[in-house]
């Protein structure tokens, strides 16, 4: 619930400093990529400090090398939260963390399923966890559609830049 709560208070903090007059963040857009930056950074450092065991608990025995798991899935949320920050590299941090998020998603189902404890608690039942799992899919995927949506504009005007202004009626051999 934890990262819940950071994506959408960060979120709204952000975006009323937007509405005070701090001009960067006036849109949702920004102020959305840095909640989910706030998000995987709480995260991402939960692999890394006293939740470690249990999220190495949480990765089902299927998979291999468990510890190591945890740890790169820890440092790609870190890596993404850093790439959400700057608006050249936030629509491939957003769509890694996207496909991150759709990667790591099994790990919960088994936490739920087998009844573990995360953090002193029991782990989030299946269907709340699986609500907020889209919600964070929903916010990744939002960061990344204008870009998506941009592509064809940004391909036309390189198209016309980068072909001649007339082709000539004959070319040299």
């Known amino acids: 619930m934890a990262p819940l709560i950071t994506l959408l208070a960060v979120t709204l903090l952000l975006r009323a400093a937007g509405a005070a007059g701090i001009r960067p963040l006036r849109s949702w857009h920004t102020?959305?990529?840095?909640?989910?930056?706030?998000?995987?950074?709480?995260?991402g450092t939960a692999h890394f400090n006293g939740m470690r065991e249990d999220l190495i608990a949480m990765v089902p025995p299927?998979?291999?090398y468990p510890e190591?798991?945890?740890?790169?899935?820890?440092?790609?949320?870190l890596l993404g939260a850093a790439g959400l920050l700057h608006r050249r590299t936030a629509p491939w941090a957003?769509?890694?963390?996207?496909?991150?998020?759709?990667?790591?998603?099994?790990?919960?189902?088994?936490?739920?399923?087998a009844g573990l404890m995360v953090n002193g608690e029991p782990a989030t039942a299946l269907l709340p966890?699986?609500?907020?799992?889209?919600?964070?899919v929903a916010a990744t995927v939002v960061v990344v559609l204008p870009y998506i949506r941009a592509l064809p504009?940004?391909?036309?005007?390189a198209t016309r830049t980068a072909l001649p202004a007339r082709i000539p009626e004959s070319l040299p051999e």
């Open 62 to 64: 299927t998979l291999p």
């Open 94 to 113: 957003a769509g890694g963390l996207t496909l991150l998020l759709v990667a790591m998603f099994p790990a919960n189902v088994h936490a739920a399923l």
């Open 31 to 43: 102020s959305l990529r840095g909640g989910l930056a706030a998000m995987f950074t709480l995260t």
């Open 129 to 136: 966890r699986t609500l907020m799992q889209l919600v964070f």
């Open 153 to 157: 504009l940004r391909r036309s005007a």
């Open 68 to 77: 190591l798991l945890v740890t790169l899935t820890g440092g790609l949320e």
